[in-house]
């Protein structure tokens, strides 16, 4: 049974710092993983989408690698600030259903 | 495009009572899934659809109906509330479901809770 799990559950940064969000699974039969972000309240936004054949993908100040084979997969947000305070998950998508397994999530505060 | 939409917002329902949580996309997508969100629980598959006519449990679909008349409609039937049903429900939508391209674009969620 895959499981995603997402350390640290929280993190508070100043802003300007570089900083790396964690996700492994356990399962390294995916087809993909996927981060969003969560505001509180609000819905999932998607930010980043991994093929299981690419390394790594890229959108402006993010960037997310995976690595299958360690079952692993890293954020790095680069430049951080207060604006990107919200929730960070990921979902692995494995299995033929279209289902997405998520992680706990990990709570970013960027501080002025 | 609007994305993917749902309605109510906001509902809050008797024990035994029911209703209809509403989903919509406007992107054309095969696949369209809902899912609840609980503290500590994380998100969880409730039901999905590969396809219109197509529907198919997750893991947690007791107390709940699908149907998919339509490529662009999935609604989420609730048949006798229950308080363990309060929850943060959520409809996406991708392209396709397993391999390929399939991106998958969440709703605004419907916050119900049952009294």
């Known amino acids: 049974k895959q499981e995603v799990t997402q350390i640290p559950a929280a993190l508070s940064v100043p802003e300007g710092e570089n900083l790396v969000l964690n996700c492994s699974f356990t399962?390294?039969?995916?087809?993909?993983l996927q981060w969003f972000r969560q505001d509180p309240g609000k819905g999932l936004t998607s930010l980043l989408l991994?093929?299981?054949?690419?390394r790594e993908q890229t959108s402006g100040r993010l960037n997310a690698s995976l690595d299958k084979s360690s079952g692993r997969s890293t954020l790095y947000i680069a430049a951080s600030q207060p604006g990107d305070s919200a929730t960070y998950l990921c979902?692995?998508?494995?299995?033929?259903?279209?289902?997405?397994?998520f992680g706990q999530g990990t709570t970013l505060q960027v501080k002025p | 495009n609007a994305g993917v939409t749902q309605t109510p917002k906001f509902q809050v329902l008797k024990t035994g009572q029911s209703m209809t949580l509403q989903c919509a996309q406007d992107?054309?997508?095969?696949?369209m899934s809902w899912y609840r969100q609980d503290p500590g629980m994380g998100l969880r598959l409730i039901h999905y659809?590969?396809?219109?006519?197509?529907?198919d449990q997750g893991e947690v679909p007791n107390g709940y109906n699908v149907s998919r008349s339509t490529t662009e409609d999935f609604p989420l039937r609730l048949l006798s509330a229950a308080p363990s049903q309060t929850s943060v429900y959520f409809c996406?939508?991708?392209?396709?479901?397993?391999?390929?391209?399939?991106?998958?674009?969440f709703g605004p969620g419907t916050r119900l809770t049952v009294l």
């Open positions: 996406a939508s991708s392209r396709t479901g397993g391999r390929g391209n399939n991106e998958q674009f």
């Open positions: 399962d390294s039969a995916i087809y993909n």
């Open positions: 991994i093929q299981s054949s690419q």
């Open positions: 979902a692995a998508g494995s299995g033929n259903t279209g289902k997405l397994i």
């Open positions: 992107m054309n997508h095969e696949y």
């Open positions: 659809s590969v396809g219109a006519g197509i529907t």
